[in-house]
């Protein structure tokens, strides 16, 4: 995408948001962010220079430079489907935009005003900001004093806060122990955030909790951060430590450091998610209406599936049911032309009215759809929630004359955007968007 492009498009919006103020009188088109005032930078007590640069942790902690480099965290402001989506947001609010995204994608750059209000080229932000969610961010967390909306204190200093109870010194920082390296807490500061009037848009830690999982032994750590055997630094103690690849459902979708190998753990994760079952009679007739049943249990998370921006995430079923010889008698779950489903999003008339897709949708005060958390008041949630069972029920016709038998092929499948909403920002060189195989399963059918 050219900068002319992007120019181009800020213009447009900006005279289509001023026009649409003008008109409403600035009234009921949305929620309003939080912080629509710019910050006085001047008053900021933290430097940007006060952050150390993940580059210096490499020296000494490589194998944590490694696996966070290649992680969503490192991706969080060089992602350009974050940027072109604050970009949009941003025109819309002339603006006033700034803080509600970068508190979290890039929490140095923020605080410290480093980030300035308006528009910003990544590659000109002091390093430490173009480095998203760094080391120094997490191991400066001081405390958590609200679990959403980047509700957390950051205190950067030559102390680096972790878990371990009796680190080694050393000649660069000094560490501390803090109890909020163990807890779900830390990561639900940045993982919630909520809307003015406290509706949850993304919920992971919120989902975490109701489900329970808050009074048993599972933190988002123990899944997202595993455990191993290993060394803090070369030629250090052996201790038990913690992955620092973060893998959730996206992967990075520019040229991104251990890309494959990420793709690998992603899957993993993915196909470690849901059970799947299906149930469909063993024997048929001709001329009839059958059933086929998908059940989806989430038995293996702590949260619903999706969870994070479950409005951009695509997790649907693709049905295939077949006759001996490969004629599809029954379909749902394929694309368009445009490799879009073919559902309201779709751009040609086509559509797939048996369709499951657990992609949420982001609800305007007025009822309409928004294009972004700076526009909603609340969600449509169609994500499934832990212990939760989705039956999703598909009817076929066995057509007259048929014998033999039908092979039913079920896909769960999962996608981090539709190529839809990568088209809409411009963003088209990013596709195709890699789709995961949840889970895959068939059942033969004989017909009578
Ligand atoms: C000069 C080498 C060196 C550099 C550079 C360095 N560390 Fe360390 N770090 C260590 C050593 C040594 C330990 C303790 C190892 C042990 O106990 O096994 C440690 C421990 C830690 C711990 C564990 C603290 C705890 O209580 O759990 C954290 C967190 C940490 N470092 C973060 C960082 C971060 C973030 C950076 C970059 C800003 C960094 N380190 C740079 C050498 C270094
Ligand atoms: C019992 C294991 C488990 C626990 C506990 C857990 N997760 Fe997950 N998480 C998963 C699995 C498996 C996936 C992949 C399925 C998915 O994408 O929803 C996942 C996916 C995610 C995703 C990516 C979702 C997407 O589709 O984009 C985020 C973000 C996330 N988890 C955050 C958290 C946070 C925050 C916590 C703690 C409040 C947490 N997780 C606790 C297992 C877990
Ligand atoms: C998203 C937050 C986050 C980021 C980013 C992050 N860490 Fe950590 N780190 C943690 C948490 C949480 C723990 C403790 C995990 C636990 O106890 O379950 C930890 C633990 C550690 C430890 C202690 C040993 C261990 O494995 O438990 C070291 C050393 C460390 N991190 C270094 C780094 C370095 C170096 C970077 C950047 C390359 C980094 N961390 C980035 C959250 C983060
Ligand atoms: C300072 C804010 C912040 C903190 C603290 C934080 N995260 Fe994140 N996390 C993010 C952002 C922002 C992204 C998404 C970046 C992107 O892709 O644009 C993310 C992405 C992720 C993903 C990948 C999601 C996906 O869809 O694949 C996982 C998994 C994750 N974080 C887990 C954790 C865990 C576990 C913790 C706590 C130990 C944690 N995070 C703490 C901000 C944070
Ligand atoms: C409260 C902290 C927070 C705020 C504020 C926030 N985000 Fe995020 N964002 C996250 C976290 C955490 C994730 C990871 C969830 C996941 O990937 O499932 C994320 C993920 C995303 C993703 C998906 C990344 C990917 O490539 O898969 C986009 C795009 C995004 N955010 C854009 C924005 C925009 C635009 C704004 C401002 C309107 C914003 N975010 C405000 C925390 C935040």
């Known amino acids: 995408m050219t900068l002319r492009f992007y120019t181009f498009v800020f213009f447009l919006l900006f005279l289509i948001a001023l026009f649409g103020i003008v008109l409403s009188g600035c009234s009921d088109s949305g929620v309003i962010p939080e912080d629509t005032e710019p910050i006085d930078t001047t008053s900021v007590p933290m430097q940007i220079s006060d952050f150390t640069s993940a580059e210096d942790c490499k020296s000494c902690h490589p194998q944590y430079y490694d696996e966070w480099s290649g992680s969503s965290h490192a991706y969080a402001i060089k992602d350009p489907v974050f940027q072109a989506l604050r970009n949009v947001g941003q025109s819309l609010y002339i ?4 803080g509600a995204c970068t508190k979290c ?35 400066s967390i001081s405390n958590v004093h609200t679990i959403s909306n980047a509700g957390f204190d950051l ?25 909020l390296f163990e807890s779900s807490d830390l990561c639900g500061s940045c993982h919630d955030l909520k809307t003015e009037d406290d509706v949850p848009l993304e919920a992971a830690y919120l989902e975490w909790e109701t489900a329970g999982f808050g009074m048993t032994a599972k933190t988002c750590q123990d899944c997202h951060m ?3 055997i290993g060394e803090m630094i070369p030629g250090g103690q052996q201790r038990t430590l913690h992955k620092h690849t973060f ?19 992603v899957e993993e994760m993915l196909q470690s998610a849901l059970s799947m079952s299906l149930s469909a009679p063993t024997t048929v007739t001709t001329g009839t209406v059958d059933s086929l049943t ?17 409005f951009n995430r695509q997790m649907w079923l693709s049905v295939l049911i077949k006759d001996e010889i490969g004629n599809i008698i029954f379909e749902s779950g394929q694309f368009d032309a445009n490799g879009d489903l073919k559902n309201e999003y779709s751009e040609f008339p086509e559509r797939d009215s048996a ?3 657990a992609q949420s949708t982001l609800i305007r005060r007025n009822g ?8 909603a008041a609340t969600i449509d949630n169609r994500s499934i929630a832990p212990n939760q069972t989705k039956n999703v029920l598909y009817l076929f016709e066995i057509p007259d004359g048929l014998s033999g038998t039908l092979e039913a092929e079920v896909k769960l499948r999962y996608r981090s955007f539709g190529p839809y909403f990568l088209r809409d920002l411009g963003l088209d060189s990013l596709l195709p968007i890699p789709i995961v195989d949840m889970n895959v399963d068939t059942i033969t059918i004989t017909i009578e």
């Open 247 to 265: 893998v959730g459902g996206a992967i990075p979708l520019i040229d991104f450091p251990n890309k494959a190998e990420h793709m690998l753990l």
């Open 294 to 310: 998908v059940s989806l249990t989430n038995d293996k998370t702590g949260h619903k599936v999706p969870t994070g921006t479950p």
């Open 105 to 139: 994608h890039s929490a140095a750059g923020m605080r410290t005003g480093d980030i300035k209000w308006g528009p910003y080229q990544v590659d000109q932000l002091h390093p430490v900001s173009q480095e998203g969610v760094t080391c120094d961010i997490c191991h």
């Open 368 to 375: 309409t759809h928004a294009d972004g958390t700076w526009d």
């Open 355 to 357: 369709l499951y897709n």
């Open 155 to 179: 205190a950067p200093s030559d102390t680096k806060f972790g878990s371990t109870q009796d680190p080694d010194s050393n000649s660069f920082h000094k560490s501390e122990y803090s109890p």
């Open 226 to 228: 595993p455990e191993y």
């Open 95 to 98: 603006g006033s935009l700034d």
